[in-house]
């Protein structure tokens, strides 16, 4: 167990419950339907659906449920604000809310939180080897904190009472974004002719590894070699950059300032909730492209923080491996 946490929601699930847990995101939706049974789990169903393909998210859990009992409990974790029982996707146009789950599907409990929120609850399911060190701090009695860029840029905190953590939710990364330099000023002043508000989410991203290159292409005037430009049509733009970052200088150069932009904006993470717990760096990016963290340098861009180098470099850095953190995370927080 790599932190130890609060318990979830109270534990209302009785003998026999059947419990449908979800990774609800911009991209993709993660399902699981499970029926937990004291220190065991069964998993009666599991599987993965391209949000953008459906109307809602109910549409997605009715198709899920088709060969399945329904649930007494659902427990979502959403890539948005979630108020009052009521979650507005940052990413994708869907609104879930809780009364309707409830009516819908006939449960006798929902539960809805934040996906970053969810993710620290899942932090406790995992095993050293199911994350990888990129900073090797040796850590302090303190909070600690999750980053996650993906389709957008979700962070969370975990409060240290003195004894177990305590996950909330925050949208940080949504905060104003400070450049550092003068390409970091040049890069805000071009975002700002296509977006009002640049926040860190328009670069520690996937549609932010977009944006840094088109920068870097139109305003730096790189070249983009033509066999990189046919890769690029109509693919994952942000995967192809990342996969060739040897063979073009655009892409290395792209991939060295969103290694950059990661390690300052988990720095900030890290001095304004003291994570001496650490900064865990999750979501569908990293752990894909670790490897480029060292190679550009993450940990001289981390510790770039005056007189407090010293904090930094005591605090850890690592990241999830495991996808399924939030998933899992979400299922612990309603009855694990």
């Not at 993710?119 to 909070?143: C, K, M, P, R």
């Not at 940080?172 to 970091?184: L, T």
């Not at 894909?288 to 340098?297: E, G, N």
């Amino acid at each position: 167990m790599l932190l130890q946490l609060k318990d979830g929601q109270q534990k209302n699930h009785r003998q026999g419950d059947i419990v449908l847990a979800g990774d609800v995101g911009g991209t993709h939706t993660r399902l699981v339907l499970i029926q937990p049974d004291h220190d065991s789990c069964l998993i009666i169903g599991t599987s993965r659906y391209p949000s953008a393909a459906y109307p809602a998210l109910t549409d997605i859990i009715r198709k899920f449920l088709e060969p399945y009992p329904h649930p007494h409990i659902i427990s979502l974790g959403v890539a948005g604000p979630v108020v009052n029982g009521v979650a507005r996707l940052s990413n994708i146009n869907w609104t879930i809310d809780n009364q309707e789950l409830l009516q819908q599907f006939s449960a006798r409990e929902v539960c809805i939180i934040n996906d970053l929120e969810a993710t620290a609850y899942g932090l406790q399911l995992l095993s050293d080897n199911e994350i990888e060190i990129v900073h090797a701090g040796n850590g302090f009695a303190g909070n600690a904190a999750i980053i996650a860029p993906g389709t957008g840029l979700g962070e969370a905190g975990l409060y240290r009472d003195g004894e177990k953590y305590h996950p909330f939710a925050t949208e940080g990364g949504h905060c104003d974004f400070a450049p550092y330099d003068e390409v970091d000023y040049q890069l805000l002043l071009a975002l700002k002719e296509q977006f009002s508000h640049v926040s860190w989410e328009r670069l520690v991203s996937g549609p932010g590894i977009q944006n840094i290159y088109r920068f870097l292409r139109d305003k730096k005037k790189l070249a983009e070699p033509g066999w990189l430009k046919q890769k690029l049509t109509n693919a994952d733009m942000a995967a192809v950059i990342s996969q060739h970052t040897d063979e073009s200088e655009i892409c290395g150069q792209t991939m060295q300032l969103f290694t950059k932009y990661l390690a300052r904006e988990s720095a900030n993470l890290a001095l304004k909730f003291n994570a001496g717990g650490g900064i865990f760096i999750g979501g569908g990016i990293v752990p894909h492209i670790s490897p480029l963290l060292h190679q550009y340098s993450f940990n001289a861009s981390f510790c770039q923080a005056g007189r407090m180098n010293y904090l930094l470099d005591r605090i850890p850095v690592s990241i999830i491996l495991n996808p399924d953190t939030t998933l899992w995370g979400a299922a612990s927080f309603a009855c694990l």
